[in-house]
């Protein structure tokens, strides 16, 4: 392994060692097998750990005998990118293999390439070049730009038989031989074609560390998939049927970790959707477990579930109500009413809550002015109900593939500026904190999840991309939502 030569490389390996220093593992894994894999998380830190997708790859990688997969993540200050498991830099292993998961990760993506002088389009790479696999939540729906970064991109869930391949290489191969064998995996996408892979089987925490989004919490995925198919989202519509880990095996699973953890937190598309919630969540907090959950379905709310959740020391409870009127709430495939947003309130305060998250959908194009009313008329009564800080994000609509509005034009930046400016000078109100996401990067994430492979190809070819590319995605999203009907 090659020490740091330079100071910005000191800095960048203490930086990685500390963030190292501050895990504990749950469980032992193997790093002895023969074949590097680099496992990277185009995010900041904070964000790598507390996503279970790269637990599981980096245990269930691992679980091979041949394999030695070690872990990266993505620092706009770094150079080298050391791994956090042996302080190696990357460009000293064979496989390179991201899990992305947002639109924007793929320019993180892009500039660790560049960094390393690698060729964006994976055609033009030569044998000394490492090989590029891409996975992760962005494959299950459009692989145009992807499918030209990666040597190889799996689309969906991990699954046997992309291990079975990773099993048979002694690291002793060729670069194309690699790539030949990562080829034969039937979710691997060629050219526009791609099948996501659908897997039952369910992720939970390898390592904690304070450093995590989410805090030092043992998470574990109760459930998979949505049965609900909003019609903005991805994860109904591709994310296949929902599936549930089992009580006795959930149960089992925290009670082989007493001593380890204290808070536990339950992963799912929809949370309250799992058909044993109550009962799990009494269980462990007779168990003196601290449980947290995601965002709750305001349908399937009730007034017992939330008193456990503040029992079990939950201080904050989360609602999406997405739209401020039934007329939006309804275009969305929602299911919620009025009624139910006046009982989620209702309930909890009577379970002792003083604090509420919302979330909400703005800039649809089919929205007024009325049904953004509706929004600020939400949070005026849960002001007014007693709740003392209520935060309220919003973002806007992003229309994206293999979804019902995967047709639909995303709103001009610069109207969205304006419902934004309006917004949050109703919503300026005492207890209140309001969260927008960028506009700008909305747009960009809006481009990068429609963009055809003929638009990947130039925007990967743009001579000035480092300093060009925002401005490029802001104008191809203009020229997305030109080919566009009104809705």
């Known amino acids: 392994m090659r020490k740091p030569r330079t100071l910005d490389s000191w800095r960048e390996y203490n930086k990685v060692l500390a963030y190292q220093n501050a895990e504990s593992f749950l469980e032992s894994v193997d790093l002895n097998g023969s074949l590097e894999v680099a496992l990277i998380y185009p995010n900041a830190y904070e964000v790598a750990s507390a996503s279970l997708s790269f637990h599981d790859l980096y245990a269930r990688f691992n679980a091979l005998p041949n394999v030695r997969c070690e872990r990266f993540f993505f620092d706009r200050s770094f150079k080298k990118f050391y791994s956090i498991d042996s302080l190696k830099p990357l460009d000293e292993f064979r496989i390179w293999a991201f899990s992305v998961h947002f639109e924007l990760d793929v320019l993180n993506i892009i500039d660790v390439l560049l960094g390393y002088k690698i060729p964006l389009l994976h055609e033009k790479r030569n044998a000394f070049h490492p090989v590029v696999v891409i996975g992760g939540a962005l494959t299950y729906f459009n692989n145009a730009l992807l499918s030209l970064l990666g040597d190889v991109v799996h689309s969906g869930d991990l699954t046997d038989e992309f291990l079975s391949i990773l099993r048979s290489l002694t690291g002793k191969e060729s670069r194309s031989e690699i790539i030949n064998a990562f080829k034969e995996d039937p979710n691997a996408v060629e050219g526009e074609d791609f099948l996501p892979a659908i897997s039952h089987k369910l992720s939970k925490s390898v390592f904690m560390t304070d450093k995590a989004a989410f805090g030092s919490r043992f998470l ?40 380890q953890i204290e808070n536990v937190g339950l992963v799912a598309a929809t949370v309250t959707d799992y058909p044993w919630l109550e009962e799990v969540i009494s269980y462990f907090s007779s168990e003196r477990f601290k449980v947290s959950v995601s965002s709750l379905r305001l349908d399937s709310l009730s007034g017992e579930l939330l008193q456990l959740l503040k029992k079990s020391g939950q201080s904050q409870f989360t609602i999406a109500p997405e739209g401020g009127s039934q007329r939006i709430r309804n275009s969305f495939s929602k299911g919620i009413s009025e009624e139910h947003i006046h009982k989620a309130l209702k309930m909890g305060l009577t379970a002792g809550f003083k604090k509420i998250k919302l979330y909400y959908i703005f800039g649809a194009i089919f929205e007024s002015e009325e049904d953004r009313k509706g929004i600020v008329k939400q949070i005026h009564e849960a002001r007014k109900m007693g709740y003392s800080q209520v935060v309220v994000s919003l973002n806007p609509l992003i229309p994206k593939p293999r979804t019902p509005f995967a047709e639909l034009p995303m709103l001009d930046i610069d109207k969205l500026r304006k419902i934004e400016f309006e917004l949050r000078n109703q919503l300026n109100m005492k207890g209140v904190k309001v969260d927008f996401e960028s506009l700008k990067e909305s747009v960009m994430q809006f481009s990068i999840a429609n963009i055809t492979s003929d638009d990947a190809i130039e925007f990967l070819e743009n001579r000035s991309f480092t300093t060009e590319r925002k401005k490029y995605l802001l104008g191809l999203a203009r020229r997305i939502n030109s080919k566009r009907k009104e809705w």
């Open 220 to 259: 574990i995925e109760i459930g998979r998939g949505c049965k609900r198919a909003c019609k903005f989202c991805v994860a109904g519509h591709t994310f296949g049927r929902e599936r549930f880990l089992p009580t006795d095996e959930l149960k089992k699973e925290i009670d082989s970790r007493k001593g």
